[in-house]
């Protein structure tokens, strides 16, 4: 019996689909790029596909105001600018990827701009009317947010600042969809670290996990955290900066199939150019992989993510042959392939943003630089088949049907499918959904929930695979 990764119903998006035919060697299409003008210009933070099969982001600068923008793009490059930031109310300098709510609105962050311009967190609809929920004032409440939000198990967001609170070097928020915002933990700057540049991730045990850019005991290079929704914090790991340990992590945690968490330094190991790590939910700390500089890329600022292959895929934003960084496959055992070394034009250079992997089982995704226009570019890469490392058995679309869940998924001959429905993410709370439950064919199978998208307020869903 295995279970398949939890998801949350309520978000009606399209998951990973299992990639077939790839090509025998990694292509890369830029889809659009960028001008610097109406449509922006350099794009940080990582691509969110909505429901409709579009990708939507942002860009941290350029447009009529040189504050960024939020943008829509087509899978077949049509880009629609959603929102111009103007600097004042609704915030700039958006460097954070945004996520979709369970109300199917998107939610993000900005840096700057406010009427504080410390930034702030705002609401956008599908229309692209953007409501803002927040500006932080660089007090108890923290300033200049760099990291995405991350929605809770209870509704509620949760995210980090860089700058503010009673130290003046970050802190931990959470914050409701209607614009409350409660201060969690405010970072010292010693033991537990400052300055954390990325955004959270909530573990199966419902406890929030996270990195510091800088602080800790070990020479300031930064930190692991665990907290929880009522703001207690445990520090996991104090980077030291060695050849034998990573430095200034930039991003995100990825919490794995195997639910350990993964993610890089932007420094540290070799040479100071890097590392992917993993550690345990208790804090056992490994390196996975370090960075030379050389073709296999360096300064990783970006998260990794969990290929349907269950190889991890990245991006580092130096190094590779052209010192302009690359595209990565990393296998579960620490071996590197780089898929794609970066030009400069027409194909972009300096990807600081994280890989997505579409319904289409390809991967996307942004380079900050570059492209015809020097401005960055958001690209396609077809990868080759890899050899599965654990392969996942992903959703491949999840609907609400009147007032029905609708799940689909790929489905392997002689296998049995139970959905299961759980008011809480507890691995000791699921029920079986009467009637859910089906045979594999070999071809994709649907289980529903009749009546589940009357669930108040959120419930998750599971999938139990026997044998």
Request: hydrophobic share 35%.
């Amino acid at each position: 019996m295995r279970i398949l990764r939890v998801i949350i119903a309520s978000i009606v998006l399209l998951a990973l689909a299992d990639p077939f035919g790839r090509a025998s060697a990694a292509s890369l299409t830029p889809l659009w790029t960028f001008t610097g003008g109406t449509d922006g210009a350099n794009p940080e933070p990582t691509l969110v596909q909505g429901s409709d099969s579009n990708f939507y982001g942002t860009t941290s600068s350029g447009s009529a105001h040189g504050r960024g923008t939020v943008f829509r793009l087509s899978p077949a490059g049509v880009l629609t600018n959603l929102h111009v930031f103007g600097g004042t109310n609704d915030g700039g300098a958006p460097v954070a990827g945004m996520i979709f709510g369970v109300d199917s609105n998107l939610y993000g962050t900005t840096s700057t701009g406010g009427s504080n311009n410390l930034g702030g967190v705002f609401r956008m609809n599908s229309g692209g009317t953007l409501t803002p929920l927040w500006q932080f004032s660089g007090g108890p409440d923290g300033g200049s947010p760099l990291g995405e939000l991350v929605q809770g198990f209870d509704g509620n967001f949760y995210g980090t600042t860089s700058a503010g609170g009673s130290n003046h070097v970050g802190t931990v928020f959470s914050i409701t969809s209607s614009g409350t915002l409660a201060t969690l933990w405010q970072f010292s700057g010693g033991s537990d670290g400052s300055q954390p540049g990325a955004g959270l991730v909530q573990g199966i045990d419902s406890n929030f996990y996270g990195t510091t850019f800088a602080g800790g005991t070990n020479s300031s290079s930064g930190t692991i955290f665990k907290i929880t929704s009522a703001g207690a914090l445990t520090t996991l790991h104090r980077f030291t900066g060695s050849a034998t340990d990573g430095a200034f992590p930039d991003a995100s945690l990825l919490q794995g199939s195997d639910n350990n968490f993964y993610g890089t330094t932007f420094a540290g190991g070799l040479s100071g150019n890097g590392v992917v790590f993993k550690i345990t939910p208790g804090g056992t700390y490994s390196n996975l992989y370090r960075f030379t500089g050389s073709a296999d890329g360096a300064n990783p600022e970006a998260p990794v993510i969990q290929g349907t292959d269950g190889n991890f895929y990245g991006t580092t934003s130096d190094g590779g042959t052209n010192f302009l960084g690359n595209v990565f496959r990393l296998t579960q055992s620490g071996t590197l392939t780089a898929l794609w070394q970066f030009t400069g034009s027409p194909d972009g250079e300096f990807p600081e943003a994280g890989l997505l992997q579409a319904s289409d089982g390809n991967f996307y995704g942004t380079t900050f630089d570059g492209g015809t226009n020097a401005n960055g570019v958001v690209f396609k890469l077809v990868a080759p088949a890899a050899t599965p490392t654990n392969t996942l058995t992903q959703i491949t679309a999840i609907q609400i049907v009147g007032t029905d869940i609708v799940i689909t998924l790929p489905s392997v001959s002689g296998e049995t499918y139970q959905l299961q429905v759980s008011a809480l993410m507890s691995p000791t709370n699921w029920s079986n959904v009467g009637g859910a439950v089906v045979s594999g064919t070999g071809s994709p199978v649907t289980l529903t929930n009749v009546g589940g998208a009357l669930l108040i307020p959120q419930h998750f869903y599971r999938v139990d695979i026997f044998p």
